[in-house]
């Protein structure tokens, strides 16, 4: 009987649903295990090869814990809603539900397809109003909460209104927009909705002007990785920076705990930097710059105050509020026509560029609180709103930007000098000392530091402060296709709704497009407003919304009165490990903490971290294949004669390319331009050239799992993608290898079916080779899965296969199927039944290796005549020296080689090597 994978894939895949094989509950007798992986957007193209990689790892890592005796967690969902689906509704008129339902459905499909052990049953959609739901509750609760620096937690906001009306913001240290200063009899005075305004500035959740990527193409606001150069990722419209009244989660308050948390996780050291940088935290010292001819003054922020000496003028950000203030007439125009032009450049590209330089003069002179010398004010695009104050003092002898930003512009630059007795500081760096004739003479960098943090402070013109790079999230979207607000405005003031209003749920609009006044698709909905007639929020909540909790609600899915009970998280608990993509270092794991941690502040989570262990998987690149035409025919030369003529590459699609050879009928019925296409052969076949790119459509290098799966079946495809290389490594994808993993299967197959025939295992006692062989792979890929190095895994099976060569005996193959079935389940499930199992083998318990079984009871020496290694004889160790020479000199071999010659000696080093000497 054959291996026939398309017989038996679908088979067990249906048999496991029925028996609902993977479905879990919480089990207080068994260690809990829970594995996660990052769910996917269902796009209507479906999934390819390169994103079942993770899916994949993940999947073996679930079967081997669950074989080693735990209760493993292993769910999946989808994160459903999101500007894709909303463009195509706009383009079709197809309501998104529709197409989103209809992508689900054939993720779903393919998923199921390659044998995945997901607890289906606990899948979420965070386009289902029954999901979003405990999107909107955590919403309102950080509308409801403020963050205390004192406690490091956040706390209900009725706590800070009680403050207000006690002793208003006197010895209050908490996060804020800006900071505030009033008294009881002032809070005391002011009218309810004076008092919601005071109150955005600490709610967690909280409305603000901001600066956005607006893209009028779109109608909507965009996140940065959305935009490149100048223009949206979906559509290539337009881009510009622009002010807009925004919902943002103040992310900020949470920048200390986010990075004091990372040193408990088991974490790439690498990814771990990534989110350090993009927290940012720095200490310096926050000072204010008087502005010639008025009473304003300019806040900065510098972590070398001591270079306050140096410097030689003052750039603000273009959106800094202060712009229009500090421009003269004489500036105005050049400086409007600046600040349009950088409305066209997202911050991502402006921190990006730094070798371009560009800047207006203000009209504007601060003033050097220490040395009372006029410093022109420039605006510059380089100077980004939201990091620090939006202003810096610029001192070229320190910074590369500030000095190629003074070379452009002609300003002064205080030199950097090796000693001497000067008036201004400068960092002298062979020494490594400050050189000043006042209070920093002769300090070094840090000492100086710390003496200038006392003197700003004396001197009252500022104070010793940290500061953070990480800004607040922008958590408003001008779209259709999200979760709405549960807000609604009464009197322009946000009231939230009442929980038990929850969900609310979008209604039907006429069209997806925003209005042609610019308002949200929400605006076009009839009746979108309270029973009161309040009209709700017409924005959108951001695709991250959905996916920052979605790990919790896993624990506990069908729980309508709570996101999830105590019970749950407490058995469930954390993320035992995490399987992604290293692109979310920054955004999702970024704001999935931030909520995580809010939740356990509030007493729903129960631990502060949610993901114990990260993996990133690396990217399956595509393996494109290139037919070239004959420039100005129809005719396309092999690759093999094309350097003979003048030829145009162009990309094939792969999946009618095998083994790099192209399919001719299939090319001509692939595009109607080629089908009248002409060959110029090699050896009787077109030979197609290839490249390693990125796995695009516009490429046509994008292969689908369903044809593999089709053509080799589902355990290859687990296998192959496992032995393409290291998990947490990109690699390219290659089909012409795949053959190999397909051989490996059919061969393993015939281990059980001698001949090809019935099953065919005995019961003979395996030989302590066989169990040598055995217990060297147990220990091998046991080691390799927890190391995450699947590919060598794979390798060491195939190692086995073929020192174990017709073995067929049940002591050794029944542990050696369990051994493989996390990695080739379906066929695993299959031979263990023909066994004569009646439960699933991944009931059974993972093989435990015996170290007993490797000791070694022999020596395979090797036997040299002069020096020359000729061939091998075995001896158990502990042979005498003698029994071993006069084995050797026995031996058959040997009399070729010393026929008619007299043996001089033999010398024998015991478990190392025999030389005869002739």
Request: with cysteine; glycine share 8%; aromatic share 12%.
């Amino acid at each position: 009987m054959e291996y026939n994978f398309r017989e038996i894939e679908p088979r067990w895949q249906k048999e496991w649903e029925r028996r609902r094989t993977y479905r879990v509950d919480a089990d207080a007798s068994r260690p809990k295990y829970y594995v996660l992986d990052m769910f996917p957007y269902p796009s209507g193209a479906g999934l390819h090869v390169g994103h079942p990689l993770g899916y994949i790892a993940s999947d073996i890592y679930t079967r081997y814990k669950r074989l080693c005796g735990f209760n493993v967690l292993h769910p999946m969902g989808f994160d459903a809603f999101g500007l894709p689906a909303e463009q195509y509704a706009i383009q079709t008129g197809q309501h998104p539900a529709v197409t989103t339902a209809q992508n689900v459905a054939r993720y779903r499909e393919q998923l199921d397809k390659l044998g995945f052990s997901y607890d289906w049953d606990r899948q979420v959609v965070t386009s289902d109003p029954a999901y979003y739901r405990w999107t909107q509750w955590a919403f309102l609760k950080m509308f409801d909460s403020y963050y205390c620096y004192d406690r490091q937690q956040a706390r209900p906001i009725a706590e800070l209104t009680e403050a207000f009306a006690l002793r208003g913001t006197e010895g209050l240290h908490v996060a804020c927009t800006e900071r505030m200063e009033f008294t009881a009899a002032e809070w005391n005075a002011m009218d309810g909705k004076r008092r919601q305004e005071v109150l955005l500035n600490y709610r967690l959740a909280y409305r603000a002007d901001t600066t956005v990527n607006w893209c009028e193409g779109l109608g909507t606001v965009l996140a940065n990785d959305e935009v490149v150069n100048g223009l949206s990722v979906r559509g290539g419209f337009p881009v510009v920076q622009k002010r807009m009244k925004q919902w943002l989660l103040r992310v900020s308050a949470y920048a200390e705990r986010l990075l004091d948390g990372m040193e408990r996780l088991d974490w790439s050291e690498s990814l771990k930097e990534i989110q350090r940088n993009w927290i940012g935290r720095s200490t310096g010292a926050q000072m204010f710059f008087g502005i010639r001819g008025s009473g304003r003054k300019l806040e900065i922020f510098t972590t070398r105050p001591d270079t306050v000496f140096g410097c030689t003028f003052m750039v603000i950000a273009p959106e800094h509020e202060q712009v229009c203030a500090l421009t003269t007439d004489a500036q105005r125009a050049e400086v409007e026509r600046y600040i349009e032009e950088t409305k066209r450049r997202s911050e991502r590209e402006r921190m990006a560029d730094t070798k371009r330089v560009s800047g207006v003069f203000t009209g504007s002179y601060a003033i050097n609180p220490f040395t009372g010398t006029e410093l022109p004010v420039y605006i510059s695009d380089y100077v980004l709103a939201g990091y620090g104050t939006g202003a810096i003092m610029a001192v070229p002898a320190h910074d590369a930007r500030d000095y190629a930003f003074a070379k452009h512009f002609g300003l002064g630059i205080v030199p950097v000098v090796e000693g001497g007795d000067i008036d201004v500081a400068s960092y002298d760096a062979k020494e490594g000392r400050m050189m000043n004739s006042g209070f920093l003479d002769g300090l070094d960098v840090k000492e100086a530091i710390e003496r200038m943090f006392a003197e700003i402070e004396a001197r009252g013109i500022g104070r010793k402060k940290v500061n953070y790079r990480l800004r607040d999230a922008i958590f408003s979207r001008q779209r259709y296709w999200g979760e709405p607000f549960p807000i609604y405005y009464k009197d322009d003031t946000a009231c939230p709704l009442p929980e038990d209003a929850l969900p609310l749920t979008l209604p039907d609009v006429p069209e997806f497009r925003p209005t042609s006044s610019g308002e949200p698709p929400l605006a076009r909905a009839e009746g979108w407003h309270t029973a009161e007639g309040y009209p709700y929020e017409t924005s959108t909540m951001p695709g991250f919304a959905g996916s920052s909790a979605y790990y919790l609600r896993y624990m506990d899915p069908h729980n309508d009165r709570e996101l999830v009970s105590r019970e749950a998280n407490a058995y469930w608990r954390s993320v035992d490990l995490y399987i992604g993509g290293i692109e979310h270092a920054t955004g999702h794991l970024i704001y999935s903490r931030f909520w995580n941690k809010f939740l356990y502040d509030i007493g729903v989570a129960v631990e502060d971290e949610p993901f114990r262990k990260l993996v990133n998987q690396g990217m399956i690149q595509g393996r494109s294949n290139f037919v070239y035409r004959v420039a100005g025919t129809n005719t396309f030369v092999s690759f093999g004669l094309k350097d003979g003529y003048e030829t145009q590459p162009i990309h094939v699609d792969v999946n009618i390319v095998k083994n790099d050879i192209l399919d001719l009928e299939a090319f001509r019925a692939w595009r109607p331009e080629f089908a009248d296409a002409q060959f110029i052969l090699e050896e009787g076949r077109y030979v197609c050239g290839w490249a390693v790119e990125k796995m695009s459509k516009s490429m046509y290098n994008v292969v689908n799992p369903d044809y593999i799966v089709e053509h080799y079946g589902a355990d290859t495809l687990r296998m192959y993608e496992m032995f393409l290389g290291p998990l947490e490594q990109s690699k390219p994808w290659d089909t012409n290898g795949i053959d190999g993993v397909h051989k490996f299967l059919r061969r393993f197959w015939r281990l059980f079916h001698a001949g090809g025939g019935e099953l065919s295992v005995n019961e003979e006692a395996p030989s302590p080779q066989e169990l040598k062989v055995l217990h060297r792979t147990i220990k091998k890929v046991s080691e390799d899965i927890e190391n995450f190095s699947f590919n060598t895994s794979v390798s060491a099976f195939m190692i086995c296969l073929n020192e174990l060569g017709d073995c067929s005996k049940r002591a050794v193959l029944e542990p050696l199927l369990v051994l493989l079935s996390p990695f080739a389940p379906h066929i695993a499930e299959e031979l263990w039944h023909e066994l004569g199992h009646e439960g699933t083998i991944f009931d059974e318990r993972y093989p435990v290796f015996d170290p007993a079984c490797l000791v070694e009871n022999s020596f395979d020496y090797p036997v040299s005549v002069n020096g020359k290694m000729r061939f091998k004889k075995e001896f158990p160790l502990g042979a005498a020296v003698s029994e071993i020479e006069a084995a050797v000199l026995a031996d058959p071999q040997m009399e070729k080689y010393t026929a008619g010659k007299e043996v001089r000696k033999v010398i024998v080093v015991p478990g190392k090597i025999i030389n005869v000497v002739v």
